[in-house]
């Protein structure tokens, strides 16, 4: 490890900026040599990791152990499903060497074996060591949200206090642009969040670069929000599941979730490819429901027809996916509410069950009639621009919107520590609700992985969260109050439009690139509106003008009229010259 300089021959290298305190994230950067091997590239990526994050991560298992009674040691029945686990995936790698999806499996296993290296090289000194156990159970937090409804002598958690996110997409006027977002909710001692950011060269994967908001000492997203170089945007929102006998079929002999979001963010060039790969060895646990934006797929101006917009909904066994671009475009705007939208994932997770249990959440537990899915239905349409739309995300006056019903855990932006300390007729008080708000322009994260990004829970509406208030949770490396700013996040050494520097023709072709001629430069941009936020261009801004829907159609049909046209001059005037013509009788 050499701290301060890269070495040509170094198998990974990493940036870390621990500014939790200045804006509420850690920053961290890793990047991997192209001349490496595969395994070499992603085991030194892990060991960097945990190595220079030592401390936070240590934070991280302190938190995650406090949370779940385990500050004496793991629980017994997680150590035995957790090690199933690791022994099934070890046994399917080893018999499996030629299959490609294992091959890559085998990858992200070393880059959690390379973070446990690195840890342990750091903290040794300090008698404070793990194993690769210890970082399985770490990055399965998600997946505990439904194995405790299983495991022997656990006890199944709160429904409510597993309903983690909120989720939105929202076409801009005119076919301009789309907004993404996701807003994680969970503990607020989880509130030491990362901004990541990978650069591997590993041949398997096809994404080479991959973006994303995480919690501390987690290798994917476990917000869950994404972005790659093969242009998907993908975020998560957690459902729950009232069928107990799903839950029979959770086995251990699976893939967990956050492994499977994570290998499919590597592989996946569409939404529907990344839904495909995603569900592969469904292990039924951390059930979510995704959306994935495939960029690609959209042009400035025009209106989209398929494969936009992918959504994917899973429960153990099941899953239901399906291409919702069309209906996306129909409404403008579409929403993510912990709750299944699919008529079939909503009956066989027994959301209707739940429902007449307790009558008096009985939209708590829907879909369209949940107070979050009405507050989005009044305010989504009327977005106008991106700053509407972050704000949104950020949203929660319960005091004095009607459609909250005076319940701080209903807003977009959840605040269940402001529930009465009696709790309210929905649940009870809780250090829990929303952390953080993560945001992006398809124009943006299209060009170079930018994206907004803003770790605090909701301020605007209501005083900020103090952990003042809450003198039973023993804080460590963590900021007393949470006020912090949006920031913005964007890949450091990724510009897509740079390719075609050299080319004005080229790089006009690209949609959400413009050319600036005064430096003979392409460059990230959005139409007439200019160069993207980080990039300048004096004078001689060159963009490209989007056909709309109904030119080509418009053209055609204007030509047929012309055509018509002109044959009906031809043929008259043909007709008359014949009439003109002097007659002749035959004489026999």
Known sequence: MIFGQIKDDADAWAYYDDELFKDGWGKMRIYTNSKSKSMDQMLCAGYVDYYLAHERINHSFYYFKVGNQAEQGWPASWVEWMQKNIDYVQHMIQTNPEDQYWIRMNLIVEQVRGMVQGYNDRRSELGDTINLLDAWILQSAGDFDDLESILPDRTARDPELTLKCTGLIKMAPNYEDVYFAQDTWS??????????EYHFNVPEFKAKHVSLSTRTGHLGSVDDFWATDRGLVILETTMHNFNSTLYTFVKPQSILTWMRSY??????????????????????????????????????GVKPTSDLLWMIEQYPTVYHSEDITERFVKQNWWPSVNAPYF?????????????????????????????RYKLLERDAPKIQNY????????YND???DSIIQGEPAQGVLSRYDLRPINGTRFGARNSFGGLDSKTCKLSEVYGNLMFDAINSPNYEQNPPFNFSDWPSIKVIGLPTVWKFPWISFKSNDFDRCTSANDNATKCLEMEFCGYCLISSVCMPGNGKQGPNRGYNCTDGWQFRISEP?????LVIIVSLIIVVFVSAIYITAFCSRKESEPKYDTIQ
């Open 343 to 371: 008529q079939d994932m909503f009956d066989i997770a027994n959301y209707s069950g739940q429902q007449k249990k307790e009558p008096w959440k009985a939209d708590f537990w829907s879909y369209f009639n949940q107070p």
């Open 263 to 300: 290998y499919a963010a590597w592989v996946a060039d569409s939404g529907k490819e990344w839904t495909t790969e995603f569900i592969k060895e469904n292990s039924g646990t951390y059930n979510n429901e995704y959306i994935v934006l495939d960029s690609k797929k959209f042009q400035r």
């Open 398 to 400: 319960w005091k004095h």
């Open 549 to 553: 829907a109904y030119a080509r159609p």
């Open 387 to 394: 700053e509407q739309f972050k704000s949104l995300m950020r």
């Open 187 to 196: 503990s607020y001692t989880e509130l030491e969040a990362y901004l990541k």
